[in-house]
């Protein structure tokens, strides 16, 4: 089984991240410190692009996978879904990243794990 770190170091990080690469990122719902799941609304330019979350795989590790509406969801699709998402766990994480090149920014989450 693979160890995480804490959510909210986690979520600062990919806010660094984002910003590293030109975008910029905001926290829209805090959860808990240490075990909150990770829920990231990924745009370009203000348009959706995609919805991801931080998950436990079977094999005991966690992985990034694609949840909620598709890319160029309209805002209140979003903000339907993820009120949903929230209401359903109220110790995740929602984060509002915007990054200039958001599939590879998903390739690169893969990558990580």
């Known amino acids: 089984m693979s160890e995480r770190l ?3 170091l986690e979520a600062a990080g990919l806010i660094r991240q ?3 690469e030109g975008g910029f990122g905001t926290v829209i ?3 808990d410190a240490d075990r909150g799941a990770l829920i990231i609304l990924l745009a370009r330019r203000g348009q959706h692009q995609a919805c991801l979350e931080r998950a436990l795989r079977r ?3 966690y992985g990034w996978q694609t949840a909620g509406p598709p ?3 309209d805002n209140q699709s979003l903000a339907d879904w993820s009120e949903k ?3 359903f766990d109220e110790d995740s994480w929602l984060i509002e990243l915007d990054v200039p090149d958001p599939q590879r920014f998903i390739v690169e989450l ?3 794990g």
């Open 29 to 31: 719902k805090r959860g």
């Open 110 to 112: 893969g990558a990580k």
């Open 59 to 61: 094999d005991g590790n």
């Open 71 to 73: 890319a160029g969801a």
């Open 6 to 8: 804490p959510a909210h």
């Open 85 to 87: 998402r929230l209401r």
């Open 18 to 20: 984002a910003e590293a």
